[in-house]
């Protein structure tokens, strides 16, 4: 089985991994790995360990050396320079009164690119711009359109639960997230209950969602007959945390009254059903 380790790059939590060629490496050690946008500055995150050949996609690059002193000053430098380059480009941005907002900017190790990252509503033609930015910084320039999700996982922010938000903390990718899971965990479908700091719908949607989408099909359909301890009533709601209904059912004194029943003191004729799940509509 080959030998890995993992690394991690700047605002990154997914771990990509690389041929040690023989070097011994520790969780935090900085290394220097060749990319496809040339030498690059990462952070082991996990140690020489051998793995199955299922596990990686080759063909594996290798890291080129640990970090130096001199490396860790040039990658301080190039943090530091980044603030200056953002004041220039937001100058330029609005002289030229482009509709774009700038997140963040970011050499590459070697200083070959400097790369500046925006969100916008549309298209912009920042062609002027690029050749007004190249002559000033005489490297060359890239400029990365990214959307409101990217925009908060760079920056980071707290989200409504008070911790930071999960694409900051430790999520490796975004993952598709609906409305259809609101609604199948019941959830109020106010955008802003539901929405994130990026007003994208919250990726801890999807957390539960295997969890909610299994017992959904075990409790009775809503609107169905079933059998209780206190006779057949019909169903007026599901909890799925709990696995309960509520139930309006006839006494025998001939009132109606609606009661509380778990999963397993009904004896249920209509459960709901995967076809239902797949006819929720995946629009407000």
């Known amino acids: 089985m080959p030998e890995i380790i993992g690394i991690r790059y700047k605002n990154s939590n997914k771990i990509y991994y690389f041929n040690p060629e023989g070097g011994v490496y520790a969780e935090g050690d900085g290394v220097i790995?060749?990319?496809?946008?040339?030498?690059?500055?990462?952070?082991?995150?996990?140690?020489?360990?051998?793995?199955?050949?299922?596990?990686?996609?080759?063909?594996?690059?290798?890291?080129?050396?640990?970090?130096?002193?001199?490396?860790?000053?040039?990658?301080?430098?190039?943090?530091?320079?980044?603030?200056?380059?953002?004041?220039?480009?937001?100058?330029?941005?609005?002289?030229?009164?482009?509709?774009?907002?700038?997140?963040?900017?970011?050499?590459?190790?070697?200083?070959?690119?400097?790369?500046?990252?925006?969100?916008?509503?549309?298209?912009?033609?920042?062609?002027?711009?690029?050749?007004?930015?190249?002559?000033?910084?005489?490297?060359?320039?890239?400029?990365?359109?990214?959307?409101?999700r990217d925009d908060t996982k760079m920056r980071g922010a707290l989200a409504p639960c008070g911790r930071a938000c999960c694409c900051t903390a430790h999520l490796p990718d975004f993952e598709k997230v609906s409305i259809k899971m609101a609604k199948v965990q019941g959830l109020s479908l106010n955008p802003q209950k539901i929405s994130g700091v990026c007003g994208r719908l919250m990726c801890c949607l999807k957390y539960e969602n295997s969890y909610y989408t299994e017992v959904y099909k075990l409790m009775p359909k809503v609107g169905s007959k079933v059998k209780t301890p206190d006779g057949e009533g019909t169903v007026e709601s599901n909890d799925l945390i709990k696995q309960t209904a509520r139930v309006k059912v006839m006494l025998k004194d001939g009132t109606f009254d609606v009661r509380t029943y778990a999963l397993d003191d009904m004896h249920i004729g209509e459960r709901q059903s995967t076809a239902e799940i797949d006819s929720i509509s995946d629009e407000e």
């Open 33 to 148: 790995v060749e990319t496809a946008r040339g030498l690059e500055y990462a952070v082991v995150a996990v140690a020489n360990k051998t793995v199955d050949d299922s596990e990686i996609v080759q063909p594996l690059k290798s890291v080129q050396r640990k970090a130096t002193d001199e490396d860790l000053e040039r990658v301080k430098k190039n943090q530091e320079d980044k603030a200056e380059a953002l004041r220039v480009i937001r100058e330029k941005v609005t002289e030229m009164k482009l509709n774009m907002k700038l997140v963040d900017a970011e050499y590459t190790f070697d200083r070959s690119k400097l790369i500046f990252y925006f969100t916008a509503d549309g298209r912009v033609d920042f062609r002027e711009l690029v050749r007004v930015l190249a002559s000033i910084f005489k490297i060359r320039i890239e400029l990365r359109q990214i959307y409101e």
